[in-house]
């Protein structure tokens, strides 16, 4: 039973046990955003070469990652970075802002990048290209 007192009411708390809808963290692209954050985080752990990059990242994401690799975060208490989970949003039909959650040993650090669609005019194939890149360390 509720009861009324002026403005306040007392009793059952709203929002208790009510169900809540899932925010949606994923879109469709979310394959593509995963295979990118797999990519990206295997040249910041040196296990592929940074020049694997060239064609998919800008010179300022470029040179981030080359310095990234250099401080060699990724490489802590020898073991290996394994990616978690992937987050992606589309701001606009042709970028993803992506947020990926790494974990290293006992710590869990996040990678955030944006990715930018550009069509190649050669051909009519569909290329995404890294165009910026955060993260903690």
Same mark, same amino acid.
């Given at each position: 039973?509720?009861?009324?007192?002026?403005?306040?009411?007392?009793?059952?708390?709203?929002?208790?046990?009510?169900?809540?809808?899932?925010?949606?963290?994923?879109?469709?692209?979310?394959?593509?955003?995963?295979?990118?954050?797999?990519?990206?985080?295997?040249?910041?752990?040196?296990?592929?070469?940074?020049?694997? /990059?060239?064609?998919? @990242?800008?010179?300022?994401?470029?040179? +981030?990652?080359? !310095? $990234?690799?250099?401080?060699?975060?990724? &490489? *802590?208490?020898?073991?290996?970075?394994?990616?978690?989970?992937?987050?992606?949003?589309?701001?606009?039909?042709?970028? /993803?802002?992506?947020? @990926?959650?790494?974990?290293?040993?006992? +710590?869990?650090? !996040? $990678?955030?990048?944006?990715?930018?669609? &550009? *069509?190649?005019?050669?051909?009519?194939?569909?290329?995404?290209?890294?165009?910026?890149?955060?993260?903690?360390?």
């Amino acid at each position: 039973m509720t009861t009324h007192t002026g403005n306040v009411r007392i009793g059952r708390l709203h929002g208790v046990g009510a169900r809540r809808r899932p925010t949606p963290c994923t879109t469709p692209q979310n394959p593509l955003a995963r295979a990118y954050a797999q990519r990206l985080l295997e040249v910041l752990t040196g296990m592929r070469p940074q020049e694997q /990059l060239l064609a998919f @990242a800008t010179e300022d994401v470029y040179d +981030r990652v080359r !310095t $990234l690799r250099a401080l060699g975060c990724l &490489r *802590a208490d020898g073991s290996r970075p394994l990616l978690q989970r992937v987050f992606d949003s589309a701001p606009r039909h042709d970028a /993803l802002e992506v947020t @990926a959650l790494v974990r290293i040993g006992a +710590r869990t650090e !996040t $990678l955030a990048f944006r990715l930018e669609c &550009r *069509a190649l005019r050669r051909s009519q194939n569909v290329t995404w290209r890294f165009t910026a890149l955060e993260s903690r360390w």
